[in-house]
């Protein structure tokens, strides 16, 4: 079982940053894929980035690559996500998710879901 509380979210103007946190609770966190979904309103949730258990390998949907990282600390259970050149279309409620196998952007196969956090860009 894996608990994950997400922090960091805000109001910024476009071309700020933002650095988001997810702080997991349970045995098993080092072992878990991590990853950042969003959802706007109106719309699907979506996947953002993703992390593999031992931060070797990361994936990034092409609306964020090059803008956002994602890494991780397992000796604190966090996971993080670092968001420059914030565009006002990032606007959205940010999702940190767990799952036991490979990293996947499809969010049908995560068991674990934080409670999201705000992100409001203005232009």
């Known amino acids: 079982q894996v608990q994950l509380v997400e922090s960091g979210g805000g109001s910024v103007q476009a071309g700020g940053s933002l650095r988001l946190s997810c702080a997991a609770s349970?045995?098993?966190?080092?072992?878990?894929?991590m990853s950042w979904f969003r959802q706007a309103p109106g719309k699907e949730r979506e996947f953002v980035a993703a992390?593999?258990?031992?931060?070797?390998?990361?994936y990034y949907a092409d609306s964020v690559k090059g803008r956002f990282t994602i890494s991780r600390d397992n000796a604190k259970n966090t996971v993080y996500l670092q968001m420059n050149s914030l565009k006002p279309e990032d606007t959205a409620v940010y999702y940190c998710?767990?799952?036991?196998?490979?990293?996947?952007?499809?969010?049908?196969?995560?068991?674990?879901w934080g409670q999201g956090t705000q992100v409001t860009v203005s232009s």
């Open positions: 998710a767990a799952d036991p196998g490979p990293i996947t952007t499809n969010k049908y196969e995560y068991d674990y």
């Open positions: 349970g045995r098993t966190f080092s072992t878990n894929t």
């Open positions: 992390i593999s258990w031992s931060g070797g390998s990361t």
